[in-house]
């Protein structure tokens, strides 16, 4: 993953600073041993090969044997992997793979619950940019490894035009016009989506073409269905704005092609596990 050596090494800083006093104080610097990662709670497991990085960043002499996957089903008792080597770098490495692997499996556990719901249906699940900062890049690999698909990743890989870009250009037609003249102008090559919030903006947005695909926020299930037979295949389709796991299948029904989702990353519970000395 990009970056991710950098993240981990301010991670550490943060952690640690000038030193753990408490494993220093009470563990022999050459003492050895071994830690296992127990699951505690049931659901689907993430951040094994963030955790590798972890380790091998910190200490290139640790052993990892990983008995699971990215992407497993796991239940509570499981055994996800052992690491053996100086103790020192097991408890010093402890809390961060932990927090990593916790956030990310929870995160996972979500997205698969959702995308359990959309079987049979064309629709696909979308991840958004509320997200941790800072923890952008493990969280939407982790609603990658729970089955479901990363929308734009920031501000710079698509131009997604919302109400406030909207309503700031002065309507649709000036919103949509100004993007394609700056990718024309920048010689970028960007997908262009537009969010609508009624069957006007929707219209208005049909009228002047160009864009990739359109956003309906916070439409019905009714009104969805019948924006979806609207556009008629004429772009691609996003249902978006208050869609929860009870509703979401209706609105796949509607014949959206994605689905997005914000409750993937942004109020999500950590999936329990801990990290046991074996003695």
């Known amino acids: 993953m990009t970056d991710l050596k950098q993240f981990i090494a301010l991670w550490f800083a943060e952690d640690i600073g000038d030193g753990d006093h408490t494993s220093l104080a ?12 127990i699951i505690k709670e049931d659901g689907i497991i993430a951040g094994i090969e963030v955790a590798r990085s972890v380790f091998a960043a910190f200490d290139a002499t640790l052993k990892m044997t990983t ?26 490495t402890e809390r961060l793979m932990l927090n990593i692997m916790q956030r990310m499996s929870g995160i996972a556990t979500r997205t698969r619950s959702y995308v359990e719901q959309l079987k049979g249906t064309k629709t696909k699940t979308l991840d958004t ?13 982790a609603v990658r490894i729970g089955g479901g698909e990363n929308h734009r990743f920031g501000l710079y890989d698509m131009i997604l035009l919302k109400d406030n870009h909207v309503d700031f250009a002065g309507g649709i037609a000036q919103a949509i016009t100004r993007a394609k003249d700056y990718c024309r102008q920048h010689n970028k090559t960007l997908k262009i989506e537009i969010e609508v919030r009624t069957f006007e903006e929707l219209n208005e947005a049909l009228a002047v073409g160009g864009v990739d695909r359109v956003m309906l926020d916070n439409f019905s299930v009714e009104d969805t269905k019948r924006a979806v037979e609207l556009i008629a295949g004429r772009v691609e389709t996003e249902s978006s704005g208050g869609i929860t796991l009870k509703t979401l299948r209706d609105y796949a029904l509607c014949g ?22 074996v003695v």
Do not use: N
């Open 26 to 37: 009470s563990i022999p610097e050459d003492a050895l041993g071994k830690s296992q990662l």
């Open 67 to 92: 008995f699971l996957h990215d992407g497993d089903e796991v239940r509570a008792g499981d055994i996800a992997f052992e690491v053996e080597g100086r103790v020192l770098s097991l408890l010093q």
């Open 129 to 141: 940019r509320k997200t941790t900062p800072g923890l952008r890049l493990l969280e939407k690999e």
């Open 256 to 277: 959206v092609d994605y689905i997005s989702v914000g409750a993937l990353t942004h109020s999500v519970k950590s999936l329990d596990m801990s990290f046991k000395a």
